[in-house]
Nanobody, 116 residues
Framework: QVQLVESGGGLVQPGGSLRLSCAAS????????MYWYRQAPGKERELVAM????????TGTDSMRGRFTISRDNAKNTVYLHLNSLKPEDTAVYYC?????????WGQGTQVTVSS
């Protein structure tokens, strides 16, 4: 059974940083690309970043590039999202995702709130 468990969210001031983690289990982690999405209140879910099993990276919007970094530790079955220079508009629930045999699997999400 595939499980994705996010952690690391919280309340942070503008300009601050967070590191989100997603612990994965139930599938051969190193063989699959992993994704981070986010969903702000009243908005659609959007891609933040993707990392392949071998470390190839794609980051979402121009606003995210240079501030957000995705990484993975295949020995720990964990994917990370490093959030730097956070802005109030980055406030959202951040979700971990993978796609296995045509099925999209999601974690429960972790809330990031950027506010002074």
């Amino acid at each position: 059974q595939v499980q994705l468990v996010e952690s690391g969210g919280g309340l942070v001031q503008p300009g601050g940083s967070l590191r989100l983690s997603c612990a994965a289990s139930g599938f051969p982690f190193s063989s699959y690309a992993m994704y981070w999405y986010r969903q702000a209140p009243g908005k659609e879910r959007e891609l933040v970043a993707m990392i392949t099993g071998t470390g190839g990276i794609l980051t979402g919007t121009d606003s995210m590039r240079g501030r957000f970094t995705i990484s993975r530790d295949n020995a720990k079955n964990t994917v990370y999202l490093h959030l730097n220079s956070l802005k109030p508009e980055d406030t959202a629930v951040y979700y971990c995702n993978c796609r296995i045999l045509g099925r999209s699997e999601w974690g429960q999400g972790t809330q990031v709130t950027v506010s002074s």
